[in-house]
Structures are given as C-alpha cells and as structure tokens.
C-alpha cells in the first residue's frame, strides 16, 4: 500500500458498486419476467426499486427469542465484505488499494460470507433457516479449494498477487485463453459466494426462502443488496485475473474493466434462469473429485509454462 | 490521499449508508413490532430452532481443513515460482500429489458422501 | 407522511403475493396464480417477504388457523385476499385491485397496525402445556434422541405444510429433524371441508353419465400432470422451468389448439427430459419399487412408472405427451383412470400413507422432492369424504 490512491476512484467505485448491483437485480427481473411469458418484461426493470421501498415502509418483525446481534452481523457483513473486496479491484488500472497482495485479501473477504450466511440463518431462532445457514457452509466447503486454486494459478501466470500487476501480465494473452479451466471454475465459485442461482441452495425455494427466509424490512434490503454487491464484486475480479483486465482498443481502460464486468455479471445472472440448484450432496464428489484434480492440471500446466 | 484513508472513507460511507436504511426505515415504517414465531408454514414451533446441528459432512471439513493449510503455502508459493524454478514446481506439485492421495483415499472410504 | 405514502404506492403496484391453497379448490387456485402471473407479480414463499395473502377457497378450521398464523406474521402494510371456490376470474381480478389500492393506503393501514395487540415478543399459545425452566421464552430447547447411527443428537420436530409454496394443498408433513435428515415423518391432512376433486372431474362426470369427450379429460390430465411437473422443477430450484410449467398448464387448460401446444410442449419436454443436470440431482432417491406399490395399494403414474424420482418425473412428461396428442379426441370417455390413478378409488390416499417410509432417512431436500414427484391431490380425499356424486355443484 505504498501508492497513493487517486481521488476519482474513491468516488467512483461506490456509484459502480451500486450502479451494478441494481442493474444486475433488474436484469434479473426482467429475465424472470421474459420465464413467465410477461408481455412487457421492460416493466420489471423498476421490480428491485418497488421492493427496496417496501423494505423501508414494512412493520418491524422480531422472530420467537432471536440473537438479533448474531442476525445483525450476519447481515451486514455482506455489504461489507464486497465492499472491502472492491476496493482491490482496478478500475481500468486504477484500484482505490494497490494491495501487493491483493488477490489474498479479495479472498480473504470473500470467505467473510460463509460467517455472514451462517450467522443470519442462526440468529433468527428458525429452523428452514437454521438448515439454510448450514447449507452454506456444505457449499463452502465444495468450492472454496476451486475457488482457491483459480485465484493462484492466475497469480502464478503472473507472477504476482496484485490485482493490476495480474492484469498487466495478460499483455500478449489474456489468461482465460491459456488457463480456460481455472476461468469456468472461477465463475462457478463466483455463483456459490454470492450464493446465486444454481448455488443458491442455502436461499432455495424448498425451504422457503432458507437463511433469509424470516428477515423482512431493513435486513432484507441490505442482506439483498449486499448479496447482489457480492456478485458485481465477483465478476469485477474475473476482469483483471483473466480477461486482461482494462486492456482492449480505442476505448478508455475503465471503460473496458466495465464493459467486461458487465459482460460476466450478465452471464452470472443468466445462469440463474438457466440451470438449476445444485445440492451439494450430489455435487461434493464431483467438486473433489473432478473440480480439485482438473484445478491442479491446470496449475501444473501454467506452473511449467512460466518456469525460466 | 492515502490508501488506507481511502478505505476508512468508503467503509464510512457505506456505514452512512446502512444506518440510513435502518434510520428510515424507523421514521417511515408502519408503527409498531409484529412479534412472530419463525414461519413453519403456518406451524407452531415445538422447540427453538438453535440447536446443535447434527452436520454430517463433518468427515469433509477435516479433509478441506487438511487441504486449506496448505493452500495458504501456494500464494507465497506462486510469487517465487519463476525465480526459484523446477525445484518449487517439483516440491510443491509432489506435495499437492500426496494431499490429493489422501483425498482419493477419504473419497473411497465414502467420507464425500453422506446422503 | 408523505414520503412512506408514496414509497407505499411504490410498492403495492407490484405485490408479491403468497398464495394458501385449500384442498377442494384447486380451480380457484390455477385461475389466481394465472392472474398474478399476467400481472407480472412474482410469488413470495415466507411471510416475513409478503405483503398480500391470497386465499384460494374456504379453508376448515384447521386449516383457517395454519392461515391465521401465517397472516399473524405478516409485518404491515399487509392486505388479504379471500376468493371462495368458485370464483370467477374476473373477480379475482378484482379482488387483487382492491388489495393493492388497501396496501397504499398507508393511513389506514396505520390504524390497522395500531390494532394489532402490541407485543414485543412472540409467544407460542397454549397449545404447549408446561412452562419449565430452561424453557426460555416459554419454549422448550431441542430434546436428543438417537440417530441412525446410535448417537444421541438433538431432534427438531418441523412442520412442512399446509401455506407452503411448491406444495400439496391442505397437506402437512410434520418432519423429525436431526440436522436435515428426516429421523421420521407424521402425515397429516389439514382443513378437509367440502370441495371439489378438480383434476377427476371429467372421469366422475362420465360415471355419472354425463358426455364427456375423451378430449376434455386428455386436457385435463394433462394440466394435472404439468401442475405436478411444474411444482416438482419449483422444489429442484429450477424456477424458469417452472414458470413454463405453469404457463403451459394454463393453456392446456384455456382449451388452446393442439397444434400450438404440441409444438411449445414438445420443447419444454425436450428441454427437461435432456437436462443431465436435472436427472443427477433427483436420481437413486424416494424409490418405489414393487413392495412399495403393493404394500401402500399404489395406482396411477406412481404404480406404472416405479423407481426414483426421476423416473416419476419421466413417467408425467410421457404421459402428458401421450394426453396432448389425443386432446382432439371428440369420443365419448371410458374408464375412470384419472390422473392420479382410479378416481373413485382415491389415490392419493395410498400415496399420503406410502410418505413416512418413503422420507425416512432421506436429506431436507431430497424429502421435498420425494413428496413433490408423488404430489398427493388432497382434493381426492375432501370431496370423497363429502359427496361422491356431486363433482360440479
């Protein structure tokens, strides 16, 4: 943390943050509205807005004897976990922290949420979403090591654990063409931290909602809108770890880290209307069993590719 | 300006930014707490719902406990590859072999599977 | 006032309503939830997410206080909806107008809310007897029991059911939890009152010697099975599927041409039956073999299609092909095979008594799925119980 942090990006990584994060809830609306046959899916855009408002204007709702602190922390630390884990992240170039280790630090963030999920489903002294908390953890314990090896094998390419050092690396190539494996694992741990769509087991419909099935009002909101901050946080780091981070012609680099960040967030959105849950008593096997051997492959190959 | 300061302003705002929800909320929310039971889908609960969890993937969160540690070893591992060479690569793919023996090893005693 | 006022009618333009089914009214039930889906009003699963109660039929008194628990934990603005059986569509339509100018009332729902007993807490009522100690808030701590493997682990006993979305109108499963397995499971059917077995009707109208084209009674199997299918892909957490479900349900039912249903059916059974993802995760689970069937007296797509829940779900596409194909079909019916077996045998009876063996040992989910690919029609024993001749008064 030597460099000095240029002003603009403290400015605009929040409007960033925000601006993506409901722009990834409306484009959800909208895809979900499109799966029910709507004749003006357009009118969906404004769906996240209508139930941010009602968050604000519902009655307050305490549950039987809760651990409302518990509930609090777990609440909270969504927003703040993607947030920390923004602040790596260039923008173009530009991150608001030049971490040399910063792919560690975005990791060490993003495990916060196993805490975050688990907490919420235990505070609220209810048993779908006590079963929905521990659901979280299963899952993490199925692609935190994939997730882990796909964030070192793109450090190894480069040499480094700085995010923008990382993407400086992908100069001639970017990494998801060499290292395409350790890109589809990312994104697959990108879906299971923001517990999204197919991952999205320990909030399933089965049990009504699961960990967040009793928060109502504020909790809701900022457990919603940090799980969506969660997901743009996700795809931001992909942008610089394998699609070369701010590199592309004409265009200004912030605007090619946007553009790509969109592109990935759209296809994580997508993928919620496109595959289904996964359970993980079905999928730990696989995750062990094909996800870790396939990652260590694919380290090898980028291990022996960058000896001198 | 600082990097550090820069964190403490971002987190600040986002902490402005939560106490406004819930501070809104209180000053515009209908009056009043509902207190509820948790929703059993129109249940009543025959005991709370905290209790000790019978989690039984447990087997597998020793084998990642295993696998994590070292883990950690690969980010200082990965910076040092290309000045210290094949010895690293050799060293630390032998070890991740052996790790991975011991995962086929648990895979086959049925530790990965609990349904 | 006048910011929570306008953020209220913010928010009642697009409710989401959670819908309580009442066994005997299935009709009422397809007719709202196709007019929340026009709407473009996505469905809520818990009460701490809606606003808007939406009751389909008159409800017992069993049921009616499962529903009063539910709207008890619903934080306001809040408004309820109550359609009775054999309410058209346009009154539905109506009612739901009238909800939502009620849920932007935020005056009224003010003083709603000022009536509501102020209590900080939640208390369980009376129906526990004994407060002791270490029965903090006057509920008592999990109690132990052995588990499968003989160790002594705490026990949940968790009601599933009956205002639960994805799931058999009037049914409760009381599950025995340790962790998410299911230690053991106590079926119960809440709320019989009177109604109407929606899906058997054209088989009970052709005994009764009324005309019934074997056309109208393909329609209706097919909806019925497109209902199960479309419940079933909602627990798998395969919401979009489900939505199609659903939207083709409707049309099957809204007496679209064959030739157009065929045609979007076609792809969406392709669609599901393809999906490998799909089959892993429903697969070698909730296995009815021939000792099921003969023990439980199991009939209908149960009986015919034995093995996992995939093979269930398999055996519904097939037959709702099968059922689309001959929607044409202008001769007179025969037979009483309905779409869950005999109709006046009840079906779903057996299919209710083979669930406790069946979830036994099975994970949280895996349970879901299991009741959700047998989908017990509760109508079936309410109207039994109530008149066997009188399908459509």
Redesign the interface.
Known sequence: ?R?????W??VA??ILLAGLAFAAAAFNSV???V????P?PA??L??P???A?????????????P?RLLTRIGV?SL??AA??AA?VVPIGTEP????R?G??WFNAMEVAVWGAVWLTG?G????????GG??F??QG?AY??PH??AL?TA??GA???DLTKVAAAQDGLWFVVWMPVAFVVYLFSALAMAFWG?L??PV??????GAA??????D???FLAGRYMLLVVAAAVAVPLFLGGGAGPLLPAWTWSLVKTCAVLAALVWAR??????????F??LS??VL??AM?LQA?VV??V??? | ???????L???G??GIA?AA??I??RL??????????????GGL?SE????R?H?R?YA??M??LA??ME?VF??PW??V???I??KA?VE??LF?GLL?VG??YA?REGA???? | MGL?AR??R??A??P?PLIAAVPGATGVRLAAEAEV??R?W?PA??P??T?LLLICGEPGAALDEAIETVWW?M???RAQVRVDAAAASAEIAEALDRAVIGLAD?AAQRVA?GTRPAM?????PARHEEHHMGA??G?AMADRAADRDGLTLDV?R?PLGPV???WPAGLQVVMT?Q??VVQGAEVEVVGTGEGVAFWDEPWLAAREGRTVTSGAAARRLAAAHLDSVGRL?????????A??AG?LRDDVLAGRPAARVTASYGAFARRIGR?R??R??IRDFGVIDDAVVDRFDLTGPAARHPGDVAARLAGWLAETTAAIAAVDDETALAGDEGPRGPVTRAPSAGLIAALPALLEGA????A??IIASLDPDVDQLVAAAVSPEAPDA
Not at chain 2, 48 to 51: M, N, T, Y
Not at chain 3, 363 to 366: G, L, N, Q, T
């Open positions: 943390m460099e000095a942090t240029a002003v990006t403290v990584l929040p895809l979900r509205a799966g029910a046959g709507h003006e009118r969906a404004t769906d807005l209508r139930e408002a009602r968050s604000l204007i519902v009655q307050r709702r305490g549950t039987l004897a651990d909270i927003p703040v947030l920390l602040v608001v922290a030049r971490l280790i792919v560690v235990w609220v002294n209810s048993a779908y979403a006590l079963i521990y659901r953890i299963a314990l935190e090591l882990m090896f070192i450090a190894l040499g480094s654990l197919p999205g087991h399933a419909g089965d049990l009504a909602g099935v009793e928060l109502s009002g504020p809701r909101l900022v209307h496109r595959l289904l849950v996964l359970r993980m008593d079905r730990m096997e062990w069993m870790i051997p260590l090898l291990a022996i960058v000896l001198p | 300006m600082q990097p550090y300061l820069a964190v302003i971002l987190l705002s986002l939560i929800v819930y809104l909320s515009l929310a209908v009056p009043g707490v509902v207190g509820v039971g948790p929703f059993l889908s609960p709370h719902a905290v209790s969890f989690v993937w597998v969160t084998v990642f696998f994590d883990m690969m980010y990965a910076l590859v290309a000045s060479g094949v690569v630390m793919f991740l991975m995962v086929v895979w990965l599977r609990w349904a | 929570s953020l209220a913010c928010a333009g697009r989401r889906r026009r473009g996505r699963s818990s701490g997410e606003g934990a934080p306001g603005p935020v809310a900080g807490g939640w208390s369980p903090p808030a509920l949940l968790v639960l979305a994805d939890l962790g998410d892909l909602g627990v798998a957490g395969w919401p979009s599927a939505a199609r939207r999906s993802l799909l892993w995760m994970e949280f989910s895996a879901r799925l």
